[in-house]
């Protein structure tokens, strides 16, 4: 059958479709602006809803009288009262698939054959059904052919049936009618689970591959096809798209796999979530309002699973980017909410940039969200707790450093220093969210001393007693030694801060050499003793092996030797470290010594006879015993004394 299109127009009609065949056309449908020139016992054969239109059509037929002009256009109007008298008009407004699927169905009648495809199958089921195209009517018909294709081929495969669910959105309500749509989200869901990363890598119907190169190439292959589905799933609109997530919910699919359809989906019609692409593509064009957005938002987020997402960084920052975009388009508290609580699950995939949250609300002074990272913050705690309780109880919780926990802590230190140069950031702000983070967070504090020492460069109109508040945050005693040296001369920390400081430090110090004293000690013993129990042991050993006693000792009296040139090298290298250590604790001692004659002369000079006892009881420690009296007579006797036993030794 051959078929050709003419640009002719009618009066109401911008293009028509001629049969070719060489008979003159009966009758005459019209689908939108087209105009199908067709023959009545094709149509009629095949569809029952043509042939009762076609005969209510030629009962209503009558000829019309026409009276001739002249004599010379007699014959003319003759044959043009038998034409429209033979011709039948027919008429379908909202025809399912438009103008293509009728054309493909009067082919169909016309006994063409037809090639079906997934993108065309639902349609045309469609076009059958209007049409009445059934297997009663005629054998071997539309929809049972239809029928037949969209069960034993589209749904079989994944890709396949997403196209005909595809095809479905300009087929409501008739295509819901007919479970066309049902069917197909059905499929996707079942098959879906075949695509799973953490099962084979491979659907397990395909696998088939015997050696490990197979393998590995069937397993990229899957991650492609996985790929390509998940992009070809995005493209539904967001109705379709909902059911689909939601059956795939209902059948419980794993987190990644509901995670990847809804990561794709967003970044189709959110372009501007991944800081990577900032281009606006015409994807965007679907959504015609901001309410729409915010709707479209609202239901992507509800979706998420509350699982804790393998994927970790990558998922964390998108999330992150989810949560700005709900900021900007006001999306309800509840969505936030959940949104934040997901985050939190997560928190220790984040890094510094994703927790940089822009404030959008005009209530909020400072530049970043805090409140809304105090929150995420206190979602993770909570989950943390519960992990803890369930894994080991409140003992395990209490001693061991989850390494989740430390890199939380070291990523809200961070955060802190960022932020602290906010001018309009509140010193309670600063502290409650310091402060947050249990003791096991932090193995040293040297990250909270830098943001105490940002807050406070960047806050200098602070008060005495709030700058006491701001250097509180941090515990002196988990300084480093490079962190105390920095602190023990900043001019920003209040003298309290700088005194607790100085104090652990010279602890610190103290420790160290107790402790290189003790090294000494135990290494010149271990250096003596064991020659004598080796020679006892060589003796005993020389009753019962009586030969070998010579060579033994010699051997052993070799071995000594070396070990005791070792020990005198070690002796040597603990006595430069003690050494050093003592010049630093001379210093600190001529500094405490310079402090404590300046507090002298303020005594004498101040006001109130009292000002030693009031600043013992507001430092909360005694500077006699604790920090300026390393330099009195008896230590420095004691210390002489220690000083000469090691240089007899």
Known sequence: MATEKSGTSTPSKGQAWFCTTGLPSDVVVEVDDMTFHLHKFPLMSKSKKLHDLIQVQ???????????????????????????EEQCHVS???FPGGIETFETAAKFCYGVKIDLSAAKVAPLRCAGEVLEMTEEYSEDNLISKTERFLTNSVLKNIKDSIKALKSCENLSPLAEKLGIVERCVDAISSKASLYDPSLFGWPVNDVSASSAGDSRKKNASSSKLRDAWVEDLAQLSPQLFNRVICSMRENELTPEIIESCLI????RCFPGISRSNRKRTPSTSMMASEAEQRQLLEMIISNFPLEKSSKSQAVTRFLFGLLRTANILNASDACKSALEKKIGAQLEQATLDDLLIPSYSYLTETLYDVECVERILGHFLAMYEETAEVEGGDQTFGNVRSPAIMLVGKLIDGYLSEIASDANLKPNKFTELALSLPEKARLYDDGVYRAVDVYLKAHPWLSEEEREKISGVMDCQKLTLEACTHAAQNERLPLRAVVQVL???????????????????VAACESTHPSLNNEEEEEEEGEEEGGMVATSRERNNHNNNNTWREAIKENQVLRLDMDSMRTRVHELERECSTMKKVIQKID????????RSSITKKFGCKFKTQVCDSHESAVVEARKGRHRQNNQR
């Not at 104090?503 to 000690?521: K, N, P, S, Y």
């Open 604 to 611: 004498k000079v101040g006001t109130s006879q009292n000002w």
């Open 58 to 84: 030629e009962t209503k037929l009558v000829p019309k009288e026409r009276q001739p002009r002249d004599n010379d256009n007699v014959e003319a109007l003759e044959d043009e009262e038998v034409t429209e």
């Open 503 to 521: 104090f652990f430090e010279q602890l610190q110090l103290r420790h160290a050499i107790a402790g290189t004293l003790l090294t000494a000690d």
């Open 264 to 267: 794709h989906y967003a970044k």
């Open 92 to 94: 379908f407004s909202h």
